[in-house]
């Protein structure tokens, strides 16, 4: 060991005027930025390989049946078609269901199998892969397969099935059946002054990224496959690749570096990865399979879903009864589920309350999570109501939540860890101007147009699973963090790395974090708004183990100026460690290294959530929405011309990207609320709208003023960091307000989502009271 005394550093104070320390909750720009719009980020359609294949998909429009035939002959004439695959000749490939599921998975039922057999389970699967030298090629070849189905009677109207739905397994991470019954709700209600009963109707709404599922498997030496992916978690495509085609997970590498965009649609691995795959086994060459905008419409998608909403209050606006029951899409093939009605009686104080919630099997694919699943639809519904029955008080909308605000979890009987809900409306109301609201509908007009001010309750669940980090600081001061993470373009990379930089006291240009690799150390699926508190918190850890080190190594020098000092007494900033109680003392990292003779130092850490301590509390994340519409009655339009969400989410890491996060989930709201639904022909068993030219999503001109507030909150119990998530939260009571506000602009309520000019145009529906 070099036993020379390290070179004290310059004094701290002319360290910190020369850089500013990176903090957490700085609003730092995204580090990934310039890669993004310059190009240089390759996403899973975009990485070179060496006599590359291509793959095209052919579907079937029949919704139920049986193959009777393929005919491949025309289409095996195009030049350059190398194959055909169909389930009669494909690779084997494993057919117990416990290989096909993945990580987020029902537990009941079984995951569709893509060229498995010749059964027909919806409209749109896919039964044949063309694999040419050429896109052109394997796309104009995949248009002459003829595919013969003997089809069988198909249903896929949610309403029709409502009497034949079922109750749900109860087993899936995540899922939490309805609680028992309190109290006696349905004589409660039958007492109660002021009743509101309401139903409505969501209809299935699909994922729509600007990156299209795609995969790309290289075929390397040793038959070693590399595939580049579209997923939300690396290590989940990795484990199910390696199952269903019997491969040591030795020979499969999977990285998604970069993905454009997902929120749920990357959390089960596609159809498009194990066609990739099974076609570069089979051809021993790399192969890329690309889905087109039309075939995103045809997996997964957020479910249809009924529900009925019946309140009762005493005069005053105290809930005297709470019932809200809820029946949701799913497939044939498994039980997909969705936390939809319990959020109610979590937000609200209520002594009577009574939940239900089940399924209606339908011929399509398995639904799949989309942003906030579950509360998206169920918050909708119990905040409409809520502003009915304010409406029925003559109460304030704001007045009735405070009057029935929930300081304790009275479905699991718990507190919460965290809830500064309070300060949200507060915040929010004050920003917006909420008490110039006048009370009667239709009382503000502006031109034309009859304007209205609506506001709701957003929450969701505050998650944190567990992860590993490794961590490395080289001799030149480099510090390299690993984990197998996801950055969805949530700000993952960037947000990851100002946590290790200001946990080390380094600068940002020195902090290197590498995630999307299967290889790297295990992470969770980026999903449910838990990367933060969950590799985040391994950072953070890991940084402390590694100051843990650097700290003895300093003491262990000869003439050393911290070689009596305790561990608490020194601090990190700009690259040095320095006394806390005379902070000119300081010594540069680099060079306690170099004293010990290290080219670098490692550690790894382990974060698992405190378990005993966290399932004492509810850990949740809250947010008040309050907007401003702008109604023309003629026309039936509805602009959403301000938007207020002031939201409680912990402790804020980064202000810019966590504000990015808002503004998107507010944007998502009001697509939500005015312009996405896919269309089904039930005859057909088909969804029919299946391009941007007839699936509607906001544009520029439909998005004006979004104001986003962070309260002060700082939750220990949710995360060593005192953070939660926030990219559920942002869509989360969204559409609810802007329902709301166009019932104060014009007095209709409307019940159903997207609230389209017809509807807007339209008296309330007449199977409601509301």
């Not at 993004?36 to 390989?49: I, L, N, Q, S, W």
């Not at 991470?173 to 109290?183: C, M, N």
């Not at 093939?333 to 979590?346: A, C, G, H, I, M």
């Not at 080219?599 to 005993?612: D, H, I, Q, S, W």
């Amino acid at each position: 060991m070099n036993d020379r005394v390290p070179e004290l550093a310059r004094p701290f104070a002319e360290l910190l005027a020369m850089r500013p320390p990176v903090a957490l909750g700085m609003p730092l720009p995204r580090l990934d930025g310039p890669d993004k719009v310059t190009g240089r980020a390759r996403y899973a359609a975009e990485h070179p390989a060496g006599d590359l294949l291509y793959g095209v998909i052919v579907d079937t429009a029949a919704a139920r049946g049986r193959i009777q035939r393929i005919d491949t002959g025309r289409a095996a004439a195009v030049p350059g078609v190398v194959d055909i695959l169909t389930h009669e000749n494909r690779p084997r490939m494993r057919s117990l269901d416990m290989f096909y599921k993945d990580m987020t998975a029902p537990v009941t039922g079984s995951p569709f199998k893509p060229l498995h057999d010749a059964e027909v389970h919806y409209s749109g699967q896919p039964v044949a892969l063309v694999v040419a030298t050429s896109f052109e090629a394997a796309r104009h070849a995949a248009t002459l397969v003829q595919v013969e189905v003997a089809t069988e009677p198909h249903h896929t109207d949610l309403m029709a099935a409502l009497p034949e739905a079922h109750d749900p397994s109860a087993l899936r991470a995540g899922f939490k059946p309805p609680p028992e019954p309190r109290g006696d709700a349905e004589a409660a209600y039958a007492a109660a002054a002021v009743q509101v009963e309401a139903e409505f109707h969501h209809g299935a709404e699909h994922h729509n990224p600007m990156e299209m599922h795609a995969a790309t498997v290289v075929y390397g030496r040793n038959r070693h496959l590399t595939i580049h992916d579209k997923t939300q978690g690396s290590q989940n495509v990795r484990w199910v690749v390696s199952r269903v085609f019997g491969l040591p997970k030795s020979r499969v590498t999977v990285k998604n570096q970069f993905v454009g965009g997902a929120f749920g649609a990357g959390l089960r691995p596609q159809h498009p990865v194990l066609l990739a795959t099974m076609a570069a086994l089979k051809l021993e060459r790399s192969v890329r399979v690309v889905l087109t905008r039309q075939q995103m419409f045809f997996f997964g998608h957020r479910p249809e879903t009924w529900q009925r909403v019946k309140l009762g209050a005493q005069a005053d606006g105290q809930l005297t009864a709470l019932m809200h029951d809820a029946v949701g899409a799913t497939s044939r093939k498994e039980d997909y589920v969705e936390v939809v009605v319990n959020w109610s009686s979590q937000l609200y104080r209520c002594d009577n309350v009574r939940l239900g919630y089940k399924l209606a099997a339908l011929d399509h694919y398995s639904p799949m999570d989309m942003r906030a699943p579950g509360a998206a639809h169920g918050v909708h519904a119990i905040e409409v109501a809520m502003d009915e029955l304010a409406h029925r008080l003559h109460m304030d909308p704001l007045a009735l939540r405070l009057k029935n605000y929930a300081d304790h979890d009275y479905n699991e009987d718990l507190p919460f860890s965290s809830k500064e809900l309070r300060a949200c409306y507060h915040e929010g109301a004050q920003r917006f101007g909420w008490d110039a609201r006048p009370q009667a509908p239709r009382s503000m007009r502006e031109g034309r147009e009859l304007v209205g001010w609506g506001m709701a309750t957003g929450t969701w669940d505050a998650l944190q699973m567990f992860a590993r980090v490794h961590a490395v600081l080289q001799a030149d001061g480099q510090l390299v963090l690993r984990s197998a993470a996801s950055d969805i373009g949530t700000g993952t990379l960037t947000v990851m790395t100002q946590i290790g930089a200001a946990s080390m006291g380094m600068a940002m240009e020195d902090v290197r974090f590498e995630l999307g690799d299967s290889n790297l150390p295990v992470a969770p699926i980026e999903g449910g708004s838990s990367h933060v508190t969950t590799i985040g918190s391994a950072v953070q850890g890991v940084c402390e183990r590694l100051q843990h080190k650097l700290w003895e190594l300093a003491r262990k020098q000869p003439n050393s100026p911290f070689a009596t000092c305790r561990f608490h007494d020194v601090g990190f900033a700009q690259g040095t460690m320095y006394l806390r109680f005379e902070r000119d003392v300081t010594v540069r990292l680099t060079d306690i290294l170099a004293a010990a003779g290290l080219k670098e130092l490692e550690e790894k850490y382990l974060m698992l959530p405190a378990v005993l301590k966290q399932k004492k509390y509810t850990r949740a994340v809250h947010s008040a929405v309050f907007c401003e519409v702008k109604v023309d009655e003629e026309l039936g339009t509805v602009r959403v011309t301000r938007v207020v969400s002031a939201i409680a989410a912990g402790r804020i890491m980064n202000a810019q990207t966590a504000r990015s996060q808002i503004i998107g989930g507010v944007v998502w709201g009001i697509s939500q609320a005015l312009h996405e639904e896919t269309q089904a022909d039930q005859q057909l068993g088909r969804f029919m709208n299946h391009d941007f030219a007839q699936y509607h999503v906001p544009v520029n001109a439909d998005i004006h003023d979004i104001d986003v507030i962070f309260v002060d909150e700082n939750d220990r119990i949710a995360s060593r960091l005192g953070a939660k998530g926030v990219g559920e939260i942002g869509l989360v009571g969204v559409a609810a307000a802007i329902c709301n506000a166009i019932h104060h602009a014009t007095g209709r309520r409307i019940l159903s989502l997207p609230m389209t000019p017809d509807k807007v145009m339209a008296p309330a529906s007449p199977s409601s009271n509301a």
